[in-house]
């Protein structure tokens, strides 16, 4: 159930050189050809230590506190927090020691928004309310799918972790407001029947920009899912295509062929490195459009191969 969209399965383009890390005293990072935000679903997938990567404040009121290869990202309010996603074991402790390193306390925790039905982002989600009582929410399509993963027999290497019963549904048009943040709801099917997606505004040191977080952003099941994630990413050139910030449910999300790497520690190497008066470097509408062209031009071909009978996942 891991994400492995066609279309972003590209040979990667970073120079790696720089980006070794230490692992349990051990040099560890990129493959040669491979980009960082790629290692982490690619030669670094199966290292647990590598992939967990440390919390990154992205805006005011947004953070990074997921593994390397699945984002989870938190959203501080004036009222509790938000959690978006929530990973999957063995990472889940992880996240909520990121939650803590990022100066935030985990039982502080109202709303778990799930973007898919797939366990690597809802497979933390019952850990998580247990400890801080948060409603979890997700689309009917996709809560189906959650109570399919638990009937369904575990795989090796593929814990279940504590389960999460069916709480909020949320539906197109909805509104999740906690404190003076407002996230509203929009249903972007293709890469699961559901897949909710949520548009808020983050602030840079007080300005604000319009965020956007696509929840199922691969194409898969064939000709109709494929065909469903086509009429998605149009919509979303339509309806959303000027917003400032994408924000990633994967960090090997990518924009190839037009650029080189991944699309969230690729621009949090750049933000980490911001001087005063410099743009922020998530805020970034040519790469949301970059991203969106790519990933359609992957999904007509994706359509076309799964005609011709070429399998597709
Ligand atoms: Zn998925």
Redesign the pocket.
């Known amino acids: 159930?891991t994400?492995r969209p066609a279309l972003i399965v590209v040979g990667g383009v970073l120079a790696a050189a720089s980006l070794q890390v230490n692992v349990g005293g051990q040099m560890a990072g990129p493959a040669p050809g491979e980009g960082l935000s790629e290692s982490y679903r690619g030669s670094q997938s199966g290292n647990v230590e590598y992939q967990k990567v440390p919390p990154i404040k992205v805006f005011d009121n947004l953070y990074y506190v997921g593994p390397g290869a699945v984002s989870v990202w938190l959203v501080p309010t004036s009222d509790g927090l938000i959690l978006i996603d929530t990973a999957q074991e063995p990472y889940v402790d992880h996240v909520i020691d990121s939650i803590r390193k990022a100066g935030f306390d985990p039982a502080d925790i109202k709303y778990i928004l799930i973007t898919?039905g797939?366990l690597?982002?809802f497979g933390g989600a019952g850990k998580i309310q247990a400890l801080s009582g948060a409603r979890v929410a997700t689309l009917e399509e996709d809560w189906t799918l959650i109570e399919e993963a638990y009937q369904a027999p575990a795989r090796p290497g593929r814990p279940l972790g504590v389960p999460v019963k069916r709480d909020l549904v949320l539906h197109e048009g909805d509104t999740v407001t906690l404190g003076t943040t407002a996230l509203t709801v929009y249903k972007l099917p293709g890469?699961?029947p559901g897949s909710p997606s949520f548009e808020f505004t983050v602030y840079d040191d007080g300005t604000p920009y319009s965020a956007f977080v696509f929840g199922?952003p691969?194409q898969r099941n064939g000709v109709e899912g494929g065909t469903q994630f086509l009429e998605s990413l149009r919509r979303l050139k339509t309806e959303f295509g000027d917003i400032d910030v994408p924000v990633h449910v994967h960090s090997y999300l990518r924009t190839y062929p037009y650029d080189s790497g991944g699309t969230v520690f690729e621009p949090a190497a750049k933000l980490a490195e911001r001087k005063a008066g410099d743009p922020h470097p998530f805020v970034d509408n040519a790469q949301w459009r970059r991203w969106l062209d790519t990933a359609e031009a992957g999904t007509i071909k994706y359509i076309e191969d799964a005609k011709a009978g070429v399998p597709v996942r």
């Open positions: 159930m994400l898919q797939h690597d982002h890469h699961t199922g691969g």
